[in-house]
């Protein structure tokens, strides 16, 4: 089962990213990656503090829908790495 714990977060952006316009999900789901799963609660390693923000005030319903419909009773927290270097790419 470890192998499939790591693939949650996978499933969760496959979920997401049906439901989401493409520029988006690449903008803010993309930088993200699974750091650890204690079955109750998933790890995920954001890179910055904005990205952070954007996710929790404009996607926590759906990162909880997707996630609960794979895993009920299961939470989420993001973690910032402090790793910046394309902090404020943006590409219109």
Known sequence: MPSDDTKLWQRVLN???AEVDPEEFRRWFVPTSYASDSGDLITVWVPTEAI???LST???SKIDRALR???PH???RFVVTGVDEDDDQDEH
């Open 15 to 17: 979920r997401i990213h």
């Open 52 to 54: 952070h923000r954007h």
């Open 58 to 60: 404009h996607y926590t």
């Open 69 to 71: 419909a794979l895993r």
């Open 74 to 76: 299961c939470s989420i």
